[in-house]
């Protein structure tokens, strides 16, 4: 299990929902996303997602960007 406030660089695919944003991850799994910005130009897309564990499969995204 990952320690909160411990480091996220993964990449997968960004998927919206009713409740925001998730990155099904390349590695198996999901993350929920907490973001500053909205980037729906990236939506269904395969993205790089930087930022910490917030638990319980939560991430505090600093940044989103094209894979």
Do not use: C, N, S, W
């Not at 990952?2 to 198996?28: K, N, P, S, Y």
């Not at 930022?51 to 499969?57: E, I, Q």
């Amino acid at each position: 299990m990952t320690e909160i406030g411990a480091g996220v660089d993964e990449t997968g695919r960004l998927v919206r929902d009713d409740a925001g944003f998730l990155l099904q991850r390349d590695l198996g799994g999901a993350y929920r996303l907490v973001l500053l910005r909205v980037p729906v130009d990236l939506v269904e897309k395969r993205v790089r997602v930087r930022g910490f564990h917030a638990g319980g499969g939560i991430v505090e995204a600093d940044g989103v960007a094209p894979a």
